[in-house]
């Protein structure tokens, strides 16, 4: 499956594919920045101003994983997660990622290293 058009903003049940570049131009022209948190496996590449939630953590089953996002929904009601899938990036330790995503009761953007590729979900392209 592949996406024709891109999508103007990311949506609770439809995220959006971006560049780390090109999320933080966007956020930044946004009348109000949400508070961002970066589910990744480390927080080494942490953009200026993101929280971090672990996506993975050696030795924890992804129940463990789960129940730290379902934590970080009560302690953040208005944040956005941004799950990081570039290059070189341990995907998160959570089953069936894609149902979790499309079903997840916040706005989630995906951060991808090439977003001109096909991806399964829609590219995130701010208007004009």
Known sequence: MTWEHSQPMPMRGSPCVVTESN???YISKL???????LFSDSDRALPDGWGYVASVRPGTPPEGIIAEIDAWLKQYP???LAVDLRVGVIPPSVPDLESMLRTFPRTVIILVSDDTINHQWPRWEYPL
């Open 23 to 25: 999320a933080i131009s």
């Open 78 to 80: 208005d944040a956005w």
């Open 31 to 37: 009348a109000k920045a949400p508070r961002l948190f």
